[in-house]
């Protein structure tokens, strides 16, 4: 005889299962899968967060908080919107020295480097011509004499990192007032022709009643030539005549200038 209760031909009820051994145990349930990426976030590129930092950390730190290559790095953001633009960046400054040298290099060259087009390149030096219209614009319609360190600041971003040389003359009005910066004239790597008549003739067509030269040395060492005193002086005999002052001759190294007046050569 089996240990099975005989029901009389009855169908068995259904058994709950035993749920306590489970319960007893502390089981947990099994956690939700975390929902699966939507296809925009899977061809998200993986430097939009690097990005998304760097410009954190100028918003609160400004320039000062992001070394060269990260600066240059945002200024390419645009220019190249879907590639890391880091390594760019450090082959910019490996190849042109630092980055006042990257923003002022030529088009020609700026464009030999793999990875710059034209749009990139045109890009830095757009970031060129904005500081140098912001520097020349807290000079421009001021005395030269009272804003004299903001008159030498602009003449460095304008022309220190020069491959050639440049002389421009700025010209004076009866308050020292700056009316007018032109460039005279472009030469080679250690020379610009200088016409002393031309120059002069220039300030009465202006109205100006005193002038300042100013010249670069690519060579970056701003100690004036023999020739640059020479130059200076025939300009300023050709002046004196005609009632326009010569006030200074500058001389724009990188990094710093001499003053042909303050060296007691004017």
């Known amino acids: 005889m089996s240990g099975f209760e005989d029901t009389g031909g009855k169908p068995l009820p259904k058994l709950q299962p035993d749920t306590r051994a489970d319960e007893s145990k502390g089981s947990k349930p099994t956690p ?35 070394p060269d290559y990260e600066l240059l790095e945002m200024i390419l953001f645009r220019a190249i919107p879907r590639r890391d633009t880091k390594p760019l960046a450090k082959e910019l400054l490996k190849r042109f020295g630092g980055f006042n040298e990257v923003i002022t290099a030529p088009m020609e060259r700026l464009v030999e480097v793999h990875g710059v ?92 009643s005193a002038i300042i030269l100013v010249h670069n040395h690519p060579s970056g060492d701003p100690t004036p030539s023999r020739a640059d005193v020479d130059m200076t002086k025939k300009v300023e005999d050709a002046a004196k005549p005609l009632g326009v002052a010569v006030h200074d001759h500058l001389v724009i190294g990188k990094g710093n200038h001499a003053s042909l007046r303050q060296l007691g050569l004017l």
């Open 117 to 208: 087009s034209e749009g990139v390149a045109t890009e830095l030096k757009l970031v060129q011509a904005a500081s140098l219209r912001l520097a020349k614009s807290k000079v421009l319609d001021r005395p030269a004499i009272s804003s004299w360190s903001a008159l030498v600041d602009y003449c460095t971003a304008a022309m220190a990192y020069e491959t050639t040389e440049q002389f421009r003359i700025l010209f004076l009005d009866r308050k020292n007032i700056l009316i007018a910066d032109e460039i005279q004239s472009r030469g080679t790597i250690d020379h610009t022709p200088v016409y002393p008549r031309e120059v002069v003739k220039r300030a009465l067509e202006l109205g100006a």
């Open 32 to 66: 939700a899968r975390p929902p699966a990426k939507t296809k925009a976030e899977k061809q998200k590129p993986s430097h939009t967060g690097h990005r998304q930092r760097l410009r954190e950390r100028f918003i609160q730190g400004g320039a000062d908080a992001l």
